[in-house]
């Protein structure tokens, strides 16, 4: 026996530096901050395709890699048993809530990485009662749900469904866990109010952002701004709510793109078909990069045109970081205060663009 505190770290994604995606990397940035103290055992519930990007501390040890794919996330959702909220119960697996029953006495800490992670303090919270448990909430699921737009009123009703059991699910975690890391004051905020949860369990932990971020400041001190009007928006393209911004910015400001002589960089991973459909003299799908600086130094403004998702949006403070202005609309800049962050509605996003390029070129 070593002496050190034990963890079980359960995450319902791969930790890692180097994944395109940034709750990943605050997964890694947590992992290896008990890896310092602590011996910690991992345990990954991820999608198949995560698995590519994993490496450990010298004193992580890997209990479990349990890879997804579609069918198996059907499977999960069906032996639970409980179909809402999907994203949560898709990570559910009997040989994990087993493991964990059989072993959760010899831990400390057990560190809920994501709040779908989280499902098996949902089913164990009694077992629980009494352990040191930890929820990362990387964003709240209940304001994801809520922002889901749709005009299908079989939609309409499955997202109502969804909102109110991922309310219940939520409060039911929030509720059990000893301590709740959220990524904002704003969702500290939610958390107290919404889900009444003390404000002593709460604590805020600042997101990590990559690494090139900080050399691209640096380049940017004493550059010459370019006056080439190039735009740039960055993110994880697989996620939905990145493509849905991207092609209604485009789809409102195409013209304006064209007519004054705009080019947007879109920067990320897995661009959909409809995306790369939208490819114009004006519009750029560059997809994944192992380094984007090249992409942040070209770019004079960051957009960030969210209208769906929750918590902070680590691309809008990495381009912030980055030394780059950014507009945003106000879902795209929540969490965040910043002087050179620039909140519109959508349809206003190229009125202010023009405005902020004529006072800075």
Request: positive net charge; charged residues 20%; glycine residues 4%.
């Amino acid at each position: 026996m070593s002496g050190r505190p034990r963890v079980l770290y359960i995450s319902a994604h791969c930790p890692s530096r180097s994944a395109p995606f940034a709750g990943h990397r605050t997964a890694d940035q947590f992992l290896n901050e008990y890896a310092k103290e602590a011996d910690v055992d991992l345990i990954v519930i991820a999608n198949a395709n995560e698995k590519q990007y994993l490496t450990l501390p010298s004193s992580v040890r890997l209990l479990e890699f349990v890879s997804l794919t579609w069918i198996s996330k059907l499977k999960n959702i069906l032996s639970s048993c409980r179909v809402f909220p999907l994203r949560v119960f898709s990570r559910y697996q009997k040989a994990i809530l087993r493991l964990i029953k059989n072993t959760y006495q010899q831990y400390d800490v057990i560190h809920f990485g994501f709040t779908h992670g989280a499902v098996y303090l949902y089913l164990l919270k009694e077992l629980l009662k009494g352990k040191k448990t930890i929820v990362s909430s990387h964003d709240i699921l209940l304001q994801s749900a809520m922002r889901k737009r749709t005009h299908n009123p079989i939609r309409w009703c499955a997202n109502a469904f969804e909102t109110y059991s991922t309310y219940f699910f939520e409060k039911a975690i929030y509720d059990a866990a000893t301590e709740i890391w959220v990524h904002n004051p704003k969702d500290a905020q939610i958390l107290e109010s919404i889900f009444l949860i003390p404000t002593e369990k709460i604590k805020i932990k600042t997101p990590a952002v990559s690494e090139f971020v900080e050399k691209v400041a640096q380049k940017r001190l004493g550059k010459e701004k370019s006056g080439s009007k190039t735009l740039l928006f960055w993110g994880a393209m697989n996620r939905v709510e990145n493509d849905e911004a991207v092609c209604e910015f485009i789809q409102q400001h195409d013209k304006t793109l064209v007519e004054k002589g705009y080019k947007l960089l879109v920067v990320g991973a897995s661009p959909s078909k409809r995306l790369l459909a939208r490819q114009s003299s004006a519009v750029q799908i560059i997809g994944f990069v192992d380094d984007p600086s090249d992409y942040f130094l070209q770019a004079d403004v960051g957009i960030a045109p969210l209208l769906s998702g929750a918590g902070i949006k680590v691309k809008t403070l990495e381009m912030l970081r980055s030394g780059l202005p950014v507009v945003a609309t106000p879902i795209g800049a929540e969490g965040i205060t910043d002087p050179r962050l620039y909140v519109a509605d959508l349809s206003q996003f190229m009125q202010t663009i023009d405005q902020l390029l004529q006072q800075n070129l």
